[in-house]
């Protein structure tokens, strides 16, 4: 009997299954041809992301790979099919990603001061920000032969100690330092991951006098220094601040109740130098080329006025940017602007979402930590949401040229603009969310007003001004800048002090952010049916933070500080002697817009000089907590007792064995480790920290010195 051979497949159904996927997704990559590569810069940012949010040397090689796992199997599904690219390119850009901040964070690595102490030493001032609304002055310095000392310092002084001081001057210093502080709570901002980059080591303040090398009188201030000064005479108070801020970036005259107006009416953009104010420049250069060379027949025959202007812009746009500090945002702006000048030149579409996307692509190649800031991913969303916006064939319709009365047409244009500053408002709530716990909710109808103010009023009349101060009659260019800021602060204020007008939200959870961030990406970028399903992650960010509870209490890094809930919705402090920038700290992270309160105070506190003790939560959630508020010393058999009845002790100093909290006990070592704490106290009690055991980012166990030529642990966390 004859037989045949068997042929048996494997997984027949499963094949299929996979095979009519590949098929689907690339019908979708096809008919998205020309928005793939606008994917590129995200996976390289979500490379940087995750390489910043993971705290373990083994999680990143780990992710590496896995990304080059998803390299070969994009590989394996095919290179001649969009699928199998995108899945190896996506993969490849990632890990680029990693690779890119892990090198940078590497190559920056330099001493941080070990633990504050006060010493004295010599040092050339790098730069001076003067900070007049506070009646101080900022300076960084490299200290002079000193290896026991950072190479570069952050000093703070008041401004009768600075006098005159200008970059490139000697000088010598006694000054209290300090490590760059982390962050005081879980979600606060990390000034020490950012002073990081920037190469600073320490941060202090200056004691005394301050020591200048003699041969000062011969050095001028910077241009920036001197013009900065010049428009605060011209101009006072909040509004010379916010003039000189346009033009030269140095927000320090600016009184810091006019600032948080600005804040929270939703208009502190125009503060920053960005994609606005180089915008202008630059356009406004390139008019006024235009009109001039267009005098000549010859350039005009020969086509060379559009070129030419495009130069004088390119030049305007690349001096004001140097004016400004050349910032990471302005450098940002800038480079968006060189690439919109060189797609007008080549007769392309100026402003698209590949020109963001080249933009994002060459910041994040440059400064790959910039990834982390706010200014970035604010820029970058905003614009992002406007060129989607205006992208799409409904908005066109609405906004296309037709045949109407000039009333009409403002009124479509009026309606466009509050379109645009509603959909941006939009996009960046859960960044204002995520990095303030703070949005405001009016911001669309404040920038209605206060972009074409500060664009066609500000900004044009300070040109003139400085350009007419030459000869000495900028006098009434100045008069109306002046009382056009006047009329900008007094609108943020109206704004700000409207009722509702910010909304205030606990800690977003990092996650939940990256979900947001991602379902809000896919809708902007692609451009069929399928961006909806980009509602699906951008919903669940949004519930996430929606359903985040308040924290029961908040104990800052030190643990001087301590934040108990009320069942009101209030917060009350232990101490009433909190300094603003820690109420401030403690109103962000708690999600309050309101002032906080004093413990001592309440009927349900009990205080003595030493302690206060409370009862936190209500029915199975509740807890006795005992914080210590005094300096004295006590015995350990005397706190016995009161440690052994109460479930969670807080302390800012070292408390000894015979005080322990029945389910947790906070004390100066127990915070060394952790850093702020944020104590949730339901059914299920949970405290989230603010340093991760063990993290190995660079910044958290970097080389120290002591400043005391004393050798220190190199591989203590950084405080």
Known sequence: MATSPLQTPIAPRRLRGWTRLVAALET???????????????????????????????????????????????????????????????????????????????????????????????????????????????????????????????????????????????VGVRARLMPPPTAS?????????????????????????????????????????RLSAHIQTQVDGSAGG??????????????????????????????????????????????????????????????????????????????????????????????AALLVLIAFLMGREALTLRLIAAGALVVLLWRPEALAGPSFQLSFAAVTAIVALHENPAMQAFLARRDESPLIRLGRGVAGLLATGLVVEVALAPIALFHFHKAGLYGALANVIAIPLTTFVVMPAEALALLFDSFGLGAPFWWVADHALRLLIALAHAVADAPGAVTTLPSFPPWGFGLASFGGLWILVWKTRWRRLGLIPLAVGMTVLLAQPRPDLLVTGDGRHVAAALPDGRYALLRDRAGDYVRDSLAEAAGIDVPLGTLAGLDHVECNRDFCRWVQGEGSARRVILASRGRDRIDGADMAAACAAADIVISDRWLPRECAGRWLTIERDSLTETGGLALYLGDRPRVVATLRSGDEHPWRRPHQVSGNDEAVPTNALAR
């Open 185 to 225: 709570l879980p979600g606060g901002y990390d000034f020490a991951q950012r002073a990081w980059f920037d190469g600073i080591g320490a941060v202090g303040t200056v004691l005394g006098d301050v020591v200048r090398a003699p041969g000062r009188a011969s050095r001028e201030a910077p241009l920036r220094a």
């Open 28 to 170: 979708r990559l096809e008919a998205e041809r020309d928005r793939i590569g606008l994917w590129l810069p995200v996976a390289l940012g979500a490379g940087i992301a995750a390489w910043l949010a993971l705290p373990y040397r083994t999680h990143w090689i780990g992710l590496l790979l896995l990304l080059a796992a998803g390299l070969f199997g994009g590989l394996l599904i095919g290179w001649h099919n969009r699928t199998g690219r995108a899945v190896a390119v996506g993969c490849s850009a990632m890990a680029a990603g990693i690779l890119l901040i892990w090198a940078r964070a590497l190559w920056v690595a330099a001493p941080v001061f070990a633990a504050p102490a006060v010493t004295e030493f010599s040092a050339v001032v790098e730069r001076v920000e003067p900070r007049p609304a506070k009646g101080q002055v900022r300076i960084l310095v490299q200290p002079s032969e000193r290896a026991d000392l950072p190479p570069r310092i952050r000093l703070t002084l008041r401004a009768e100690q600075a006098g005159d001081l200008v970059a490139g001057e000697a």
């Open 242 to 335: 916010i003039a000189t801020a346009l033009v030269t970036g140095d927000r320090g005259a600016i009184a810091e109740a006019d600032e948080e107006a600005m804040r929270r009416s939703g208009l502190a953009h125009l503060l920053s130098i960005s994609g606005l104010h180089v915008t202008a420049v630059v356009g406004f250069a390139m008019l006024l080329a235009m009109r001039l060379l267009a005098l000549s027949p010859r350039l005009a025959l020969a086509g060379y006025v559009l070129p030419f202007a495009a130069a004088a812009g390119a030049l305007a746009g690349g001096g004001y940017t140097l004016l400004a500090g050349a910032e990471v945002p302005t450098l940002r702006s800038f480079i």
